[in-house]
């Protein structure tokens, strides 16, 4: 484990890492980085991360600001209180996760100029689905429509160097049948169907054209609100330094999709070959909530979850690129759990 000095000087070190990212700049690796430093941190247990509080947004506001992660709001849907929906969502054989789907530029590419319509229809091939945040809507061009379908949502969503997003409760009244539950796409970007077994099993990424435009779904099994057991989603942003090394932050969220933390950490390359992950995630006032500390491959990463007692739970996510000739970075979301609920997601091995 590092000094507390020192593993303050590599915090600072990956808060340059996220200046230079921020700045949207190829030769962001020239911007005064060290990284002989993330270089070393790598080859240590846990990244050489300590478990000490930190200031909120780890002290630095506008480095979380200039990453652009997009806001999310709470949204009121008015079938929560359909009587059919409702029994259906009451009844124990019905299977329910929440789903967060999100399409545009992920991540972001401020040098794009085109418009990207992606108004359409998100539809369930049975069951019915609730909407409970909305993500990177802006009142000018995006809306929820008034819900006619327990098994449909209709929207207007227009992106540009951003991504917009819908973070859903999804209801399978018929979990054990051998037609999959599938939820659809159909819209101005295209058609795109998300098996929900598939969901379950890892993140979705489909590549909708080649100017960076993704659709990105992500799931969880939804719990009662009495259930004591931590889990939520992350999505944020990562950067590469240089070839096989680099940083990332992100913005955590319980499972309701509510943010309660942040996260930031490094990746890369060790001598050995090993390609793997650490961070540190705290809460919105900056207590200490645990270590991230895994692996990444091909698009996928697994990692476990560790807090001052020991492991506490799993991670699960995807990263992709961006678009070809922008900045050397990308996008990621995932989903994380306390290890009593953690089943779905796997062991990092």
């Known amino acids: 484990m590092m000094t507390r000095r020192l593993a303050s000087s590599l915090s600072l070190a990956l808060a340059l890492s996220f200046t230079a990212a921020a700045c949207v700049r190829d030769d962001a690796g020239d911007a005064g980085l060290d990284e002989g430093q993330i270089t070393s941190a790598i080859e240590l247990d846990n990244g050489g991360l300590d478990t000490a509080d930190e200031a909120p947004e780890f002290g630095d506001e506008a480095l979380f600001t200039a990453a652009s992660l997009e806001a999310d709001a709470a949204a009121t849907d008015a079938l929560d209180a359909d009587p059919e929906l409702r029994a259906m969502r009451e009844r124990p054989d019905v299977a329910a996760r929440r789903v967060l789907v999100a399409w545009g530029q992920l991540p972001p590419d401020r040098s794009r100029d085109a418009i990207k319509t992606w108004s359409g229809d998100l539809a369930l091939s049975r069951g019915g689905m609730l909407v409970r945040r909305t993500v990177g809507f802006e009142e000018r061009t995006d809306a929820v429509a008034a819900r006619t379908s327990r098994a449909s949502v209709s929207f207007t969503s227009v992106t540009k160097p951003f991504a917009d997003g819908l973070l859903l409760s999804v209801y399978d009244p018929d979990p054990a049948s051998a037609e999959p539950l599938v939820l659809g796409y159909d819209g101005a970007a295209g058609s795109y169907r998300l098996d929900l077994a598939d969901l379950a099993a890892g993140p979705i990424v489909i590549d909708v054209d080649?100017?960076?435009?993704?659709?990105?779904?992500?799931?969880?099994?939804?719990?009662?609100?009495?259930?004591?057991?931590?889990?939520?989603f992350m999505r944020g942003r990562w950067h590469a330094l240089r070839m096989g090394l680099g940083a990332y932050l992100g913005v955590v969220s319980d499972g309701a999709g509510a943010p309660i933390g942040h996260v930031r950490g490094m990746w890369?390359?060790?001598?050995?070959?090993?390609?793997?992950?650490?961070?540190?995630?705290?809460?919105?006032?900056?207590?200490?909530?645990?270590?991230?500390?895994?692996?990444?491959?091909?698009?996928?990463?697994?990692?476990?979850?560790?807090?001052?007692?020991?492991?506490?739970?799993?991670?699960?996510?995807?990263?992709r690129q961006g678009a070809d000739g922008g900045p050397v970075g990308g996008g990621f979301v995932a989903r994380w759990a306390e290890t009593t609920c953690a089943q779905e997601l796997p062991l990092d091995r």
Request: with cysteine; glycine share 18%; aromatic share 10%.
């Open 210 to 232: 080649a100017d960076g435009n993704k659709l990105i779904a992500v799931s969880l099994q939804e719990r009662p609100a009495t259930d004591p057991c931590a889990h939520g």
């Open 268 to 319: 890369g390359v060790r001598r050995s070959g090993e390609q793997v992950m650490f961070g540190k995630f705290i809460s919105r006032d900056g207590a200490f909530t645990g270590l991230i500390a895994g692996h990444y491959r091909d698009g996928e990463f697994v990692a476990r979850w560790i807090n001052r007692g020991g492991d506490a739970g799993r991670i699960h996510g995807a990263y």
